[in-house]
C-alpha cells in the first residue's frame, strides 16, 4: 500500500492569519510531498511495504530505522496535523468527554495549555508536542523529529509540529507565539475528541 499525500480539508486560505496560505503551500505542497516520496522508495521491496502506517512507525522505532521514523512517521504526523486544525477552531469550547478527560488527567485546561506550549517550546530543534493516551490517560508529550507517540506506547489524539517550516514564514523564531495561535485559533477539538473515544 503505497502512501498517499492527502488533500487539505479546507482552502488554502482558511487558517489564515494564523497559519498564511504560503506555509500551507510549503508544508503541505512540498514538504509532506517529499516525506510520501522518500517514505514510498525505503518502503519498495521490503519487508514492511503491506504493512498499515501505525504498525510501520511502531516497527520502524523497534529497528531504530531513522528513514522510516522520520518519512513514514512524519507521513503520519502531517496526516493528522491538517484535520488537527480548522477555520475558527481552538479555544477551550470542545466535547464533553473530552473535556472530563482533560480536567481529570491534566488538571483543566489552562494547566493543559501551559503544559502544551511548554513541551512545544522545550523541545530542542525539530520535533512536535503531542497530547496522547497512555496507559488509560491522557498525557502531554513531546517528540523529535519524526517520532511520534505510537513509537513510544502511547495514541496521539493531537498533535502541533514545532519544525521551522510549519511557523517561520509566519512567526519567524517566535514559537511560543506560534503554539499559543494553535492552541487558541486553529484546533479541531471534534476531531481529537473522535481519537480520544477510538483510543479510550
Known amino acids: 500500500?503505497?502512501?498517499?499525500?492527502?488533500a487539505l480539508p479546507y482552502d488554502y486560505d482558511a487558517l489564515a492569519p494564523y497559519m498564511s496560505r504560503e506555509t500551507l503551500?510549503?508544508?503541505h505542497d512540498k514538504h509532506h510531498q517529499a516525506y510520501v516520496t522518500k517514505g514510498n522508495e525505503l518502503l519498495e521491496g521490503s519487508a514492511h511495504a503491506g504493512k498499515s502506517i501505525e504498525e510501520i512507525c511502531k516497527a520502524a522505532f523497534a529497528e531504530n530505522n531513522a528513514g522510516l521514523i522520520n518519512n513514514v512517521g512524519q507521513h503520519y504526523n502531517h496526516m493528522h496535523f491538517w484535520n488537527w486544525m480548522k477555520k475558527g477552531g481552538g479555544g477551550s469550547k470542545m466535547p464533553g468527554a473530552l473535556e472530563k478527560a482533560i480536567a481529570s488527567d491534566l488538571g483543566g485546561f489552562d494547566k493543559f495549555r501551559a503544559d502544551f506550549i511548554a513541551a512545544g517550546v522545550g523541545q530542542?530543534?525539530?520535533?512536535?508536542?503531542?497530547l496522547?493516551?497512555?496507559n488509560g490517560k491522557l498525557e502531554v508529550m513531546k517528540t523529535p523529529n519524526g517520532e511520534n507517540?505510537?513509537?513510544h506506547g502511547a495514541t496521539?489524539?493531537?498533535?502541533c509540529d514545532v519544525w521551522e517550516?510549519?511557523?517561520?514564514i509566519d512567526y519567524r523564531n517566535a514559537r511560543p507565539k506560534y503554539l499559543e495561535a494553535f492552541i487558541d485559533n486553529m484546533i479541531n477539538w471534534d476531531y481529537v475528541a473522535e481519537l480520544y473515544d477510538a483510543a479510550s
Open 1 to 6: 500500500m503505497a502512501l498517499e499525500l492527502p
Open 25 to 27: 503551500e510549503f508544508h
Open 124 to 130: 530542542f530543534g525539530s520535533g512536535w508536542a503531542w
Open 132 to 134: 496522547a493516551v497512555k
Open 149 to 151: 507517540p505510537l513509537m
Open 156 to 159: 496521539p489524539v493531537l498533535g
Open 165 to 168: 517550516h510549519s511557523y517561520y
